[in-house]
């Protein structure tokens, strides 16, 4: 089957539109040309920032209506669920899009899966282009496989679900209370299923193994005044993490860390974050010329070199392992073998880094550190199902991309990869939608269908931005209640349940 008669039978499963001529897939939708100005069209996959800068970009034109479709009942994506809960500040950045939800010409459909609740063939019909701004939030997991539930399997020890091998997604997506998504109940019933563990090791040299070592060992109390779960809150109290292990691949000079986050995490309160000198002095050796010549790594350095002079106050003291609790960066280590102690507790061996030369043999040595919970913080990459979609749309309405009658583009981390901060994003969705108004130039196909129509007639429970403003009172008057910022909504079904109610007191 050929991949023009495959995305036909999808669309026939959908139920809607479900016909397909061979050759060329007509416009279903109702379109005319014409000369007069009439408002394009532009449909955006995905909420998050980039989707937002995208959109308020867009609108500077008065002539481009805007649509966004996003899976869950909220927009904001990373802000609201992948931005650590006591970074507030980042948080409240989802205020900057204000204006862009106040315009008349753009409008909000969550709780829509594009390629699920609707098919690309559908918003063809009804768009003079799309925009894919789905991110990367699937796992990229260099070292360990992955199970057909995307669970981690230990190498050779088959430790499989529940092992207390974890992607960091599963714990961000768990303290942000992710509409509890299959993986936060996962590591949420292992964390609970013993008590009172005290060491945790993470693996990763950039910001996000920072975040996770920071909330697992921040103070409650601290955390209890944010919009964090209080499931994940729970399952913290339950426990005593003391020491906290960063172990990374190559060196600080190497590391993608900001040097904000790692001032936060040296200033946390009755904490201290070491750096043995035997592993600065390796970072130092294979350190090569070009690395550390910029003013920011040389800062870096400076921050480390603190670490490492915490590292001696706390050797000739031992004290402060009791009274302190630690956090401690091992550089150019990797795993060698996890071995079951018991049900949970593993020992985890590291081996020097094997493309070392052997001429810093005086530097290998193995390290057994004995936790039950290990993190992998390494790296996130786009989800195959949306890269096969815009893939394979791409390539089935090549001609109308020529002929300027449909546009698809790309922008944020679909595009880009991983890379960078939510500031980040502003310059390369100013870039994609440089594109689309390039291509709507030379548009002359418009549309007065309402995609609206279509999901109403495929009974799809779609949240508009209405919606979501009331979902969203809800959840801070619940924090208000409890003395935080705001306590989110859990769970799918109560967030349908609560507009439900909502329509019925409003007849």
């Not at 532009?42 to 966004?68: F, M, N, Q, T």
């Not at 693996?203 to 601290?222: H, T």
Request: with cysteine; aromatic share 12%.
């Amino acid at each position: 089957m050929n991949l023009r008669n495959l995305l036909c039978n999808r669309a026939q499963r959908a139920k809607v539109g479900g016909w397909c001529l061979e050759g060329k897939l007509p416009f279903t939708g109702k379109f005319f040309h014409t000369n007069e100005a009439k408002p394009f069209k532009v449909g955006i996959i995905g909420a998050g920032p980039s989707a937002l800068y995208c959109c308020k970009h867009l609108l500077k034109h008065e002539r481009v209506k805007v649509d966004i479709f996003e899976k869950l009942p909220n927009p904001y994506g990373l802000i609201r669920y992948g931005v650590a809960p006591d970074h507030i500040n980042v948080k409240n950045t989802y205020r900057t899009f204000d204006p862009v939800f106040l315009s008349s010409n753009y409008r909000f459909f969550g709780n829509v899966h594009v390629g699920v609740d609707l098919t690309m063939e559908e918003l063809r019909d009804h768009y003079n282009c799309v925009i894919f701004c789905c991110g990367a939030s699937e796992v990229s997991l260099p070292i360990w496989q992955k199970d057909e539930d995307n669970a981690l399997i230990g190498g050779g020890n088959q430790h499989g679900k529940g092992s207390g091998l974890f992607h960091a997604r599963d714990l961000i997506y768990f303290y942000n209370n992710m509409y509890k998504d299959m993986r936060c109940r996962r590591i949420d019933n292992y964390l609970n299923s013993f008590e009172n563990f005290t060491t945790s090791v993470i693996i990763g040299n950039g910001n996000v193994s920072l975040d996770i070592a920071r909330i697992l060992i921040k103070s409650p109390d601290d955390l209890n005044k944010t919009d964090i779960s209080s499931d994940f809150l729970k399952v913290i109290k339950r426990h005593n993490i003391k020491h906290i292990y960063i172990v990374g691949r190559r060196g600080f000079w190497q590391s993608s860390f900001t040097n904000a986050e790692l001032r936060e995490l040296i200033s946390l309160e009755n904490t201290k974050v070491i750096l043995s000198k035997k592993n600065y002095d390796l970072c130092c050796l294979l350190k090569s010329d070009e690395e550390g010549n910029t003013n920011m790594k040389k800062r870096q350095h400076e921050i480390f070199q603190k670490m490492v002079k915490n590292y001696e106050e706390v050797e000739k003291n031992k004290d402060f392992y009791k009274t302190h609790k630690i956090i401690e960066f091992i550089f150019y280590f990797e795993i060698k073998e996890i071995q079951p102690i018991d049900s949970a507790m593993k020992n985890v061996q590291f081996e020097l880094n094997k493309n070392i030369p052997m001429s810093y043999s005086s530097f290998k040595e193995n390290k057994v550190l004995v936790t039950p919970l290990v993190i992998f913080a390494t790296g996130f990459k786009k989800s195959n199902f949306t890269e096969n979609l815009y893939n394979q749309s791409v390539q089935m309405f090549g001609e109308d991309i020529e002929q300027h009658k449909f546009g698809i583009f790309k922008a944020g981390w679909f595009d880009t990869g991983p890379k960078g901060n939510i500031a980040s994003q502003i310059l390369n969705s100013k870039y994609s939608t440089h594109l689309v108004l390039n291509f709507l130039q030379k548009v002359d196909t418009f549309f007065d269908n309402d995609i609206s129509i279509l999901l109403r007639r495929k009974q799809i429970p779609y949240v508009s931005f209405d919606d979501w403003t009331y979902l969203h009172q809800l959840e801070k008057q619940m924090g208000e209640q409890q003395n935080k910022i705001g306590q989110k909504f859990s769970q799918m079904g109560e967030v349908l349940r609560v507009l439900k109610d909502r329509m019925g007191q409003s007849h």
